[in-house]
């Protein structure tokens, strides 16, 4: 099979299990192939834990769940080292963060200190523990879930670690007719167990590969980086897009071109993946006007500001 079908056939896996999400399973897949992490951010029940484990399961690699909790440790992601009787020295025992993909769930109800321990995996591939650095299998993946800020027991990620994800997307509800054949099947097997692999770890490899040999015109470059510096400008942002989201929606836009088929970016595939990719990068300025609310409400505000930051940007001819 040739890339396209590769990735048709990714895609065309998981809709047997997530109806009527196609966007959605379009940019999941775009953040594995731009080597990128991903968070999803929605309320209970909507799919998002079965989104990560189809993508996994359609792959033929290793896949780790990690519940967060509040009372969760760094080691309890990491590992640990445990001291050998009869071999007199200690042994790294690997925690679960040793996977091809790691799905972080409910991300947010564990402590910053417990969600800082991903930083290092998730920038560097890595992990380091008693002074000793351990390699990530390739290709490695966060796709963290968090549930909306308002509900109990949950912690807001700090910058830095949103600033590790590709995107942020939503799954949103399915409609009616998607709904009632998700209830037809609920007393069978659940869907995503079902599931086979379609490609293997060397065919990821090579996908991936294929991204950075996507065509991205000096044009679009200079629009690209119009866009972050507008963000930077805007009187509704405390804090505009740094040069690593610039770097991610430079990535995710050639990903995004490979999924759909082609060698080459258009200005829409920027267009179309700003909001996923920048929205959680920025802060807001407080004191601007509709921008007080939830922390839902904030982050729809946060899409809304780049949305109208991108149309307001010329898009090359």
């Given at each position: 099979?040739?890339?396209v ?6 895609q ?10 196609s ?9 594995l ?5 991903l968070?999803?951010?929605?309320v209970?029940?909507v ?5 990560a484990?189809s993508?996994a ?6 896949f780790r769940?990690i ?8 080691s309890?992601?990491?590992g640990v080292?445990?001291f050998?009787q009869?071999?007199q020295l ?8 040793f996977?091809h993909i790691?799905?972080a ?5 564990t402590?910053p ?6 930083l ?7 992990v380091?523990?008693?002074?000793q650095?351990?390699p990530l299998?390739q290709?490695f993946?966060?796709i963290?879930t ?6 109990h027991?949950?912690f807001?990620?700090p ?10 997307i ?8 998607n709904?009632k054949?998700?209830l037809?099947?609920?007393w ?14 060397d065919e990821?490899?090579e ?9 991205l015109?000096?044009s679009l470059?200079d629009?690209?980086?119009?866009i972050?510096?507008a963000t930077r400008q805007?009187p509704?942002?405390?804090?505009g897009?740094?040069t690593r989201g610039a ?12 999924v759909?088929g ?8 920027i ?17 601007s006007?509709?921008?007080?609310g939830?922390?839902e409400?904030?982050?729809e505000d946060?899409?809304r500001?780049?949305?109208?930051i991108?149309?307001s ?5």
């Amino acid at each position: 099979m040739d890339a396209v079908t590769k990735i048709q056939a990714i895609q065309a896996n998981i809709e047997r299990v997530i109806k009527g999400k196609s966007q959605v399973i379009e940019l999941a897949v775009a953040s594995l192939l731009a080597r990128g992490h991903l968070l999803i951010e929605d309320v209970p029940g909507v799919g998002k834990t079965t989104l990560a484990h189809s993508l996994a399961r359609s792959l033929d690699c290793s896949f780790r769940r990690i519940q967060f909790t509040s009372d969760l440790l760094p080691s309890d992601i990491l590992g640990v080292s445990i001291f050998h009787q009869q071999k007199q020295l200690f042994e790294f025992r690997h925690g679960p963060i040793f996977a091809h993909i790691v799905l972080a769930d409910e991300i947010n109800r564990t402590t910053p200190k417990t969600q800082s321990s991903l930083l290092e995996a998730m920038n560097d591939a890595q992990v380091s523990v008693d002074s000793q650095t351990y390699p990530l299998p390739q290709p490695f993946m966060v796709i963290a879930t968090q549930n909306p800020m308002e509900y109990h027991g949950t912690f807001p990620l700090p910058e830095s670690q949103l600033d590790r994800f590709l995107m942020r997307i939503r799954i949103g509800y399915p409609d009616a007719a998607n709904e009632k054949n998700i209830l037809d099947r609920q007393w069978l097997p659940h869907p995503a167990e079902e599931l086979e692999p379609i490609v293997t770890l060397d065919e990821v490899r090579e996908l991936q590969n294929g991204v950075e040999k996507v065509r991205l015109d000096d044009s679009l470059m200079d629009y690209l980086l119009t866009i972050v510096a507008a963000t930077r400008q805007s009187p509704l942002l405390a804090l505009g897009v740094s040069t690593r989201g610039a770097m991610a929606l430079h990535k995710a836009t050639k990903a995004l071109a490979l999924v759909r088929g082609r060698e080459y970016c258009l200005p829409d595939d920027i267009k179309y993946l700003a909001p996923a990719v920048l929205s959680h990068r920025v802060i807001l300025n407080m004191s601007s006007a509709g921008t007080v609310g939830s922390a839902e409400r904030r982050s729809e505000d946060a899409e809304r500001i780049i949305q109208d930051i991108v149309e307001s940007v010329q898009v090359p001819l």
